[in-house]
């Protein structure tokens, strides 16, 4: 039965919007616990744009389940990381004038940066993911820097415009956790993923952990937190 990870990023958005302390993406991450969420995410970005130092260290003392830390492989969130020891650092690239995250990480390019930055973290106990496009390549080579688990980037199959696109896509999908899977890897998906485009993977079996946020907290302003929470919950349990 596959888990649901919620990313608290957007609320952390919402507060920084205004520059203000309200909403709160602490008190965000305990009621989707509440809720039944089996992880709390949240990224670190380098130019703090929503999530901050304060708010890591408050998850790290406050979530109950498994707190993932998304990062760029840069010195200082290593050295936040080896601090704080979240459950789970996920590498991420990061750009300064994206509006987020815009694809999986290119391991091949990096190999030896990757694996001395996995094998740091490791070192300091804490599990790595890379974040990666659905690309058998890109995952062999996460395997070989030392990842535990791979997050596949849905993002393409997300913003897919046709039901053709969607197709191929998603069999890319298919056949990245295949390749995952035979590397005894972890498996997780996210990037873009909704309470509609989620449905066709409850078929698909092999993915453990799904990564949302932004539709949970988009649906939250209407609904509110716990249930949006439930009703998302309530798909990925269904797999």
Do not use: W
Not at 11 to 23: H, N, W
Not at 224 to 237: C, I, N, P, Q, T
């Amino acid at each position: 039965m596959a888990r649901l990870a919620v990313n608290v990023d957007h609320v952390a958005t919402i507060r920084q919007a205004r520059g203000v302390d309200v909403p709160d993406p602490v008190l965000a991450a305990g009621l989707a616990e509440l809720a039944g969420a089996e992880g709390i995410i949240c990224h670190l970005r380098e130019d703090r744009r929503h999530i901050n130092d304060r708010d890591v260290a408050l998850l790290r003392q406050t979530v109950k389940t498994r707190l993932n830390l998304e990062m760029a492989a840069v010195e200082e969130m290593v050295e936040i990381a080896l601090k704080i020891r979240p459950d789970l650092v996920t590498l991420v690239p990061e750009r300064r004038a994206e509006l987020t995250t815009e694809g999986g990480l290119d391991v091949r390019s990096r190999t030896k940066d990757y694996e001395r930055v996995a094998q740091r973290l490791k070192g300091g106990e804490v599990q790595v993911s890379f974040f990666v496009d659905p690309d058998p390549e890109q995952i062999a080579a996460a395997h070989g820097c030392g990842a535990d688990i791979v997050e596949i980037h849905t993002g393409q199959y997300s913003e897919a415009r046709s039901a053709e696109s969607r197709r191929d896509r998603f069999d890319r999908i298919v056949s990245a956790a295949r390749s995952a899977k035979a590397l005894k890897l972890g498996i997780s998906a996210g990037h873009g993923l909704n309470y509609t485009n989620i449905k066709p993977f409850g078929a698909l079996g092999m993915i453990e952990e799904y990564s949302i946020g932004h539709s949970i907290v988009s649906r939250a302003v209407l609904v509110g937190f716990e249930r949006a929470v439930r009703e998302m919950l309530e798909l990925v349990k269904g797999f």
